[in-house]
C-alpha cells in the first residue's frame, strides 16, 4: 500500500465526516467519531485505519477551533497537514 493510497483513503474519511457533520450540525466531536469509526472498520489495513481516523479528528478538532470555515477550507488544511499527520503515525 503506498503513500498514495493511505492519502485518497485519509481524504475520503475527511469528505466524510464534512459531510457527516452538514447533515447533522448538531453532533458533537465523539458522535462524528464514532460515524467515521463506523465506516473505517471496513478497512482490513490497521496503518490505514489509524490514517483515516487521525485525518476525521483533525477535520473534526478544525471544525470546533473554526466553525464557519468552509469544507473546502477544511479539505486543503488537512491535505497540507497529511504528510505531518503520516509522520505522527509512522513513530
Known sequence: MGK????????????EVLKFKKE??????????????N??????????KLGMVSSASKALSILEREPRLKDKD?????????PK??????K
Open 74 to 82: 477544511v479539505m486543503r488544511k488537512i491535505v497540507d497537514e497529511l
Open 39 to 48: 465506516i473505517v472498520k471496513k478497512e482490513k489495513n490497521q496503518y490505514i
Open 85 to 90: 499527520i503520516l509522520e505522527k503515525i509512522d
Open 24 to 37: 447533522n450540525p448538531r453532533a458533537n466531536y465523539e458522535q462524528s467519531l464514532q460515524h467515521i469509526s
Open 4 to 15: 498514495i493510497d493511505i492519502k485518497v483513503k485519509m481524504v475520503s474519511a475527511v469528505t
